[in-house]
């Protein structure tokens, strides 16, 4: 159930800049929150808290459904990311690296990378 959580939210995050939040006529809260309540219902999630930040300022925050123990969902509930960590570490090196080339690149030697797994 969690796997399913967190690829959901990882395919979320990978989507939502390709949505026209902007569009006309509609409200771009009311966006999100059909989104996430469609995408909670039809992937059977139980629970989730989304924050969209813009420029430094949190523009939105939200949580839904309910934990495993029957409480709810809160902005400070914590959630396992498991393995969504590798491909989320790995896209922030790259885009370091593109950003930043040639000051940082990935086959500088002075570069240690300790494996912590």
Not at 86 to 115: C, F, G, H, W
Request: glycine fraction near 6%; proline fraction near 3%.
């Amino acid at each position: 159930m969690k796997k399913i959580l967190l690829t959901s939210l990882f395919i979320f995050l990978l989507v939502a800049p390709s949505l026209s939040l902007a569009a006309e006529g509609r409200d771009t809260t009311q966006q999100i929150e059909t989104f996430m309540k469609e995408a909670l219902e039809e992937y059977h999630i139980p629970g989730a808290s989304l924050a969209v930040i813009h420029n430094g300022q949190t523009v939105f925050q939200n949580s839904w459904g309910t934990m495993s123990d029957g409480s709810a969902v809160t902005e400070d509930t914590t959630f396992l990311i498991g393995s969504v960590s590798k491909p989320l570490t790995s896209l922030a090196i790259m885009t370091l690296v593109e950003d930043l080339y040639p000051l940082v690149y990935l086959s500088n030697r002075q570069y240690k990378i300790n494996n912590c797994t």
